[in-house]
């Protein structure tokens, strides 16, 4: 059965404290990795897609990692603003890309 | 360019009630889903539809029903309300291709008394 688990449930950090969050996953073949942040009363919105391990990706101060069992959302001299719930889910092979399988959140607080 | 519009966005029913939660969606995209979020509990696929007339189950169907007559809109129906479907209903459209992703509305919480 394929599994996503985040770690933390929840992470407070300082304004400018940096940090990575886990999202380790097991999948009967990998399809893509997903990242999403929601913030309260919204729906999730999407920040990025990995594929294969090894692959990086960038947004403003989040950078995105893959390996073969997990995958990191490092965040770098967060602000406030960038306080909200991130969440990671995976696409299996053979599987639509509507059919993602979600872990159950890091909720993210940044203290100015 | 509204994207993905749910409605209502709180609904409280009694047990044994129906209600039909509208999803619509103006990005021209073929695939829709529905999710449910519970507290300590990843998004749960319910139904999704890869285009008008096409419907299948996804993780959690029971107590769910769904059909997709346009492009546009996919409403999902409850038509006996019980207690464990209180949740915040998500509805999801993308393109379908690997490169697409999931893109939401901001929710339906519904509370079943």
């Known amino acids: 059965e394929d599994q996503v688990t985040q770690s933390p449930e929840a992470l407070r950090l300082q304004e400018g404290e940096s940090s990575s969050l886990n999202c380790s996953y097991t999948?009967?073949?990998?399809?893509?990795l997903f990242w999403y942040r929601q913030d309260p009363g919204k729906g999730p919105e999407f920040l990025f897609t990995l594929y294969s391990a090894g692959e990086e990706k960038e947004k403003e101060r989040l950078k995105a990692t893959l390996t073969k069992k997990e995958s990191f959302l490092h965040i770098t001299a967060p602000k406030p603003e960038d306080s909200a719930t991130y969440l990671c889910a995976v696409q299996a092979a053979g599987q639509g890309a509507q059919k993602l399988v979600f872990g159950q959140g890091t909720r993210l607080t940044i203290n100015p | 360019n509204a994207g993905v519009t749910q409605t209502p966005k709180f609904q409280v029913l009694k047990t044994g009630q129906s209600m039909t939660l509208q999803c619509a969606q103006d990005?021209?995209?073929?695939?829709m889903s529905w999710y449910r979020q519970d507290p300590g509990m990843g998004l749960r696929l319910i139904h999704y539809s890869v285009g008008a007339g096409i419907t299948d189950q996804g993780e959690v169907p029971n107590g769910y029903n769904v059909s997709r007559s346009t492009t546009e809109d996919f409403p999902l129906r409850l038509l006996s309300a019980a207690p464990s479907q209180t949740s915040v209903y998500f509805c999801?459209?993308?393109?379908?291709?690997?490169?697409?992703?999931?893109?939401f509305g901001n929710g339906t919480r519904l509370t079943v008394t």
């Open positions: 990005m021209n995209h073929e695939y």
């Open positions: 999948v009967s073949g990998l399809r893509g």
């Open positions: 999801a459209t993308n393109r379908g291709d690997r490169n697409s992703p999931l893109h």
